[in-house]
Each structure stands twice: as structure tokens, then as C-alpha cells.
């Protein structure tokens, strides 16, 4: 039978309100649930895509140094350089030689033409010996004259000298004794009526504390808290001061009675030594006056032994003629002074070349030579650091054709003035290498990084990787695919690296940069670092990278900030 059928022969009740929606709201539920569980879908998608686009930059835990440091530019000079001229004019014949080399000291350099010099020798040796026999043919002249003027002539020089010299002694034991009367009175007598004056106050002022000292032990034994034995030693100590104090009062009392006995004492000598300036004058007088009658007596004497010390006199022009002759000769070889190196070479072979005797400085200068088994580095140190460079500080020193081999040095001198050069101010700053290295050369650019702080063969890892937070420091690594912070026990700070005491072991791997373009911006990557002071602010960098945004709980860096302070 139909259904039709069925509604015409068996009458159905009519169906209740509600009951016939229920198929449909079943369908839009199953709908719901197909909605929810595909933007699930396309979310997790996304979010793991997303995540697929995060990349990690790292650094490895090493073995190294570690430091901190001023840093300033400066060339490399030599220990000693020495300008080497010729003494004389003329043409080099020899320059022994060349740019470059190593000399020892007295090594032959070069040789100046020596004709000019050498007939000057010549003629000074012809001098000498015209001379010597004018001299003998004097002598002789001047023995022919009576034994007994000559005798008599010498007698009254001799004792015109004598004379002489005693009253030169004279005058020089009076002006003695004067500058000792003006020191005894100016400064020996003001000094120790002064110094008796302060050692009186001192004393009463020790008196004084003593007794202060003896009144308190006395309130402290009368309390109980002092024994008897302290009240004594200051009781002992007062009484060794009061004696101390009545001997400096004496002293001063009898200072000016014994300060006027040597002001007495000093003036007598000086009226003796004035007595006996007078007596030696009086003998001067007397000689001259003999020595004048003997002269008058024997002119020729006179005229034949002023015609032999004419003559001496020549020989010994002619001598130093010869002498500066042979010495200008010996001047046509130049030798040097010191061991060291060719730094420069300002003439060749041919080169006719000035004298450059007195001359300062290295004008005309044939070669320049440098000792070069000491170096320097002049550094021109910003006056704004100055102030952390100190003598004897540790240097590291670098140039740029060897960075690979830095040097040890030690700051040896600051200069007392500063440099403007096109408005900057800069100081000086001598650093002394610890050792010579051929493979430096004097006049290299130097980069001097003067040590503030310094650890040696230490765990370190790279700043870039050094996050803080409250004070406290850590690092992240990645473990299975996540930033794990990692807390670390940090030592000295230096300018690449940080000194690590505890957390870490040599070889891991630590997080110096994440780049998470949906936080960050493709342009804007996540990166740790030590508090640095950014420029400007004058407070401490934070650890993340640009943005300023806080990071999130726990200290971790949150998108373009640092971790909380």
C-alpha cells in the first residue's frame, strides 16, 4: 500500500512543531565543522610555513682572548736615527752603499775626493817645520844675553806671580766668607729660629694631646674600662713629652746668643782675609816696581824672548793647522756611527756636496740611518680617551701587511702637550715594541690598541650572542628545532668577545641572529649583543636588535627589542 494510501485509509496526526528541523540543523553543524577544521588546516599551513622562513646566524664557543681597548694610528719609527753628513766639501768618489742595507758601526760608507785636503796637509806640515826653526834661531839669539839679567828678570816674575796669586786666594777666601755671612744671616739663622719655633709648638701641641689622652684614660679606669696599666703609659708618655717640650724652649732661648757668636765668629775672618788682600797688594806693588828695573836694565833680553814666544806662538798655529788639515783628511772618510739600516739616500757617486759642519737637522744630509733593533710606534691618542692610556700600559700593535702577527708593546711616554690638527685634538703617545721584527719597516702605519682589560687563552664566545636580563646573562641555542636560553657566568667584556667562566663548554654553538620575517621584517632581523652605549643616548644598548620593542616574558628577545632591564 502508498503511502498516499496510508494518509487517505490511517489517518496521521499532524506533526508537532520543531521536530521536522532537526535534519537540517544537522547539516549546518557538519558544515561548521568542515569550516573550523579547514582554516584550522590552512592556519597550521601558514604557521608552519611561516616558520620554515625563520634562519639562525651562530657563533661557536672558542678558546682565545679576550680584551678591551682604546685604539689610536700612529707609524712605526726606529730607536735612533742619525743624519750622516760630510764634514767637509767635495765630490763623492765611493758611496759604499745603498738604500736598504745594514751597516755595523765604523763601516766604511763613503769616500770624499781628498786632493783639496790633502794638499792642505802639505802645506800645514811646511808651515810647521818654518816655524820650528824660526823658533830655534829665537832661542839661541836669547840664551847669548847675560845669565845674570835673565836670572834677575825670572826672580821678580816669579815673585810678581807669587804676589798675584796670593792675592787672588785672598779675594776669593774674602768672598767666600761674605756669601757665608749673607747665607748664615739670610737663610741658616731665619731656618733654625723657625725650625726651633715649630718644634716648640710641636711640642705643646703633643703636650697637649697627652694630656687629653692621660684626662680621657683617667675617665676610662674610673669606668671600668681602662686598666691601670694604660693610665700609666700615658701618665709616662705626658711626662716624656713635657721633657721634650722644656729641652725645645731651652734650645730656643739660647738660638739667638749662638746665632750672634757665628755672625761674630764669620765677620772677624772677614776682616782677616780683607787684612791679607791688602798685604798681597802691597807685595804686588813691590815686584812690579822690581820687575820694571830689571827690564829697563836688559831691553834686549826683553826684545830676543819676545821674539822667541812670536815664535812658539807660530809653532802652535802652525800645529793646530796641521792637526784641523789631518782631521779634515780623515774627514774624507765617512764611516757610521752606530749599527743600523739605510733608511735614505740623498746623493750618488759624482755628487759634489757642501760642508755641513755646525749645521742642525738634515739639511744636506748624504744617507740617514736608522738603529733599528728598537721600535716605536708614535700614536695620536683622541684626547677623549686619553685618559685610559697610562705608562707602562700593555699595547697590541697590528699593521695593516701583517695583521695576522700582532705585536706586543708598552706605553713608554705621553707627550705634556696636545696636537690640534684641522680641529681635532690629539696627545702623543710613544709605545715602545717589545721586540724588534725585521718585517716591520720604519714609517708603516701602526693600529695601537692600548689594553684596558685583558684575559688570555679563555672560553669566549662572540658579543653578538651575549643577551642580559636583570643583571644576569645568557645565550640561546637551538635544541631540536627550538631557542633554549641557556644562563652563563660571564668575566671580562672585551670589544669582539666575552669571557665566559661557567655554562658553556668549548665547540657549542650559541644564537647571535635570528631572522623571523613575520616579527622582524625581512629588513629588521632579530640579533643579540652586550649592552653596548648607543650613540646619543649615553645609557647601555640593549641585546636585540632595532625597534625598541620589549621582549617577551622571560627575558627572550621579543620582535626588534632587547630583553627587559
Request: charged letters at 25%.
Amino acid at each position: 500500500m502508498s503511502i498516499r494510501e496510508q494518509k487517505t485509509d490511517s489517518p496521521v496526526p499532524p506533526p508537532v512543531a520543531g521536530k521536522g528541523r532537526r535534519p537540517r540543523r544537522a547539516v549546518w553543524a557538519v558544515a561548521a565543522i568542515v569550516v573550523l577544521v579547514a582554516g584550522w588546516a590552512v592556519m597550521r599551513s601558514r604557521s608552519n610555513h611561516a616558520a620554515s622562513d625563520v634562519t639562525y646566524e651562530f657563533g661557536e664557543v672558542t678558546r682565545g682572548d679576550v680584551r678591551s681597548s682604546v685604539s689610536a694610528t700612529g707609524t712605526i719609527q726606529p730607536w735612533k736615527v742619525v743624519d750622516i753628513k760630510s764634514n767637509v766639501a767635495g765630490r763623492i768618489d765611493v758611496l759604499a752603499v745603498d738604500l736598504g742595507d745594514r751597516v755595523r758601526a765604523g763601516q766604511l760608507i763613503a769616500i770624499i775626493d781628498p786632493t783639496d785636503t790633502q794638499a792642505a796637509v802639505t802645506q800645514a806640515q811646511a808651515d810647521l817645520a818654518a816655524a820650528r826653526a824660526r823658533a830655534g834661531q829665537a832661542e839661541a839669539a836669547s840664551r847669548a844675553q847675560p845669565a845674570l839679567t835673565t836670572a834677575s828678570i825670572q826672580q821678580a816674575s816669579a815673585a810678581l806671580a807669587s804676589a798675584r796669586k796670593s792675592e787672588a786666594q785672598a779675594r776669593r777666601q774674602l768672598e767666600q766668607l761674605q756669601q757665608q755671612l749673607a747665607e748664615l744671616k739670610d737663610v741658616t739663622i731665619p731656618q733654625s729660629i723657625e725650625d726651633a719655633a715649630s718644634n716648640v709648638h710641636q711640642a705643646r701641641a703633643n703636650v697637649a694631646a697627652a694630656r687629653a689622652e692621660l684626662e680621657r684614660q683617667k675617665e676610662l679606669v674610673a669606668k671600668g674600662y681602662s686598666s691601670r696599666s694604660e693610665l700609666e703609659a700615658a701618665e709616662a708618655r705626658l711626662a716624656t713629652l713635657e721633657a721634650s717640650l722644656r729641652t725645645a724652649e731651652q734650645r730656643q732661648k739660647t738660638l739667638d746668643r749662638a746665632n750672634e757668636l757665628a755672625v761674630r765668629e764669620l765677620e772677624a775672618r772677614i776682616e782677616q782675609a780683607r787684612a791679607s788682600i791688602e798685604e798681597s797688594q802691597a807685595r804686588i806693588r813691590q815686584q812690579e816696581a822690581a820687575l820694571q828695573l830689571a827690564r829697563a836694565n836688559a831691553y834686549q833680553d826683553r826684545v830676543r824672548r819676545e821674539e822667541v814666544a812670536a815664535a812658539q806662538t807660530q809653532i802652535v798655529r802652525s800645529s793646530a793647522q796641521l792637526k784641523q788639515a789631518t782631521t779634515n783628511l780623515e774627514y774624507t772618510r765617512i764611516t757610521a756611527p752606530r749599527d743600523g739600516i739605510v733608511l735614505a739616500k740623498n746623493v750618488e757617486e759624482g755628487t759634489v756636496v757642501p760642508s755641513s759642519r755646525g749645521s742642525i737637522g738634515s739639511t744636506n744630509a748624504l744617507l740617514q740611518i736608522g738603529d733599528v733593533s728598537r721600535l716605536w710606534v708614535v700614536c695620536k691618542v683622541d684626547e677623549t680617551d686619553i685618559a685610559q692610556v697610562r705608562v707602562g700600559q700593555p699595547v697590541l700593535v697590528t699593521v695593516d701587511a701583517y695583521p695576522e702577527r700582532p705585536q706586543r708593546g708598552k706605553v713608554i711616554r705621553i707627550d705634556p702637550q696636545a696636537v690640534v690638527e684641522q680641529s681635532v685634538t690629539t696627545i702623543p703617545v710613544t709605545v715602545e715594541l717589545d721586540r724588534s721584527d725585521p718585517r716591520l719597516k720604519p714609517g708603516m702605519n701602526a693600529n695601537c690598541e692600548f689594553i684596558l682589560k685583558e684575559a688570555r687563552d679563555v672560553l669566549r664566545i662572540p658579543n653578538e650572542a651575549l643577551r642580559e636580563t636583570g643583571g644576569k646573562y645568557s645565550v640561546q641555542k637551538l635544541v631540536n628545532g627550538k631557542e633554549v636560553d641557556v644562563p652563563i657566568k660571564i668575566g671580562v667584556m672585551g670589544d669582539e668577545f666575552t669571557e665566559v667562566i661557567s655554562g658553556l663548554k668549548v665547540g657549542e654553538q650559541v644564537i647571535t641572529r635570528i631572522n623571523r620575517p613575520e616579527e622582524t621584517g625581512p629588513n629588521n632581523p632579530l640579533q643579540f649583543g652586550p649592552p653596548r652605549r648607543p650613540s646619543g643616548t649615553g645609557g647601555r644598548q640593549g641585546m636585540g636588535g632595532a625597534g625598541g620593542g620589549s621582549g617577551r616574558s622571560g627575558g627572550g628577545p621579543g620582535p626588534g627589542g632587547g630583553p627587559p632591564r
